[in-house]
């Protein structure tokens, strides 16, 4: 079955704290891929901006950050882009995809590489990011 994206609104509300409103269990699913991603991302981007990196806005900063940590020579940052790009993509899917399998599993998956993310981000302290 494929996804019905006005379920969207239905979570926005909710989150809103509008009364009567109730998303179905799929639509907070796939919101959460895509916060887990936005967490991510916006924290690495402010971890590399403290240490002095000129990150590009919009899409391209996405891609720059992405690409400049899985270059890295330093394991943490190498890994933390993987997992970035893995977060990207599966955002991409929740957030365009009518179908997506597995979405609990890819839930799981993507709150793990996100705190792992996060976690080299707040913790990150090599020279070369």
């Known amino acids: 079955m494929t ?3 006005s379920e969207y609104l239905k979570l926005a509300r909710e989150l809103a704290g509008k009364e009567g409103s109730s998303a179905n ?9 895509s916060r ?14 403290d240490k002095g990196h ?5 899409p391209e900063g996405h891609r720059y950050i992405r690409d400049f940590l899985q270059d890295s020579s330093f394991e943490e940052e190498k890994q933390a882009g993987v997992d970035l790009n893995r ?5 991409s899917q929740a957030d365009y995809d009518d179908f997506m399998s597995n979405l609990s599993a890819a839930v799981e998956d993507s709150l793990k590489r996100s705190f ?3 976690s080299w981000a707040q913790g990150s302290t090599n020279e070369r990011a």
């Open 87 to 91: 977060l990207r993509n599966r955002r």
């Open 116 to 118: 792992s993310v996060i």
């Open 36 to 49: 887990a991603y936005f967490a991510a991302y916006c924290v690495a981007r402010k971890c590399l901006i």
């Open 3 to 5: 996804f019905d994206w």
């Open 54 to 58: 000129g990150i590009p806005s919009g």
């Open 25 to 33: 269990e799929e639509a907070r699913l796939r919101s959460s891929i």
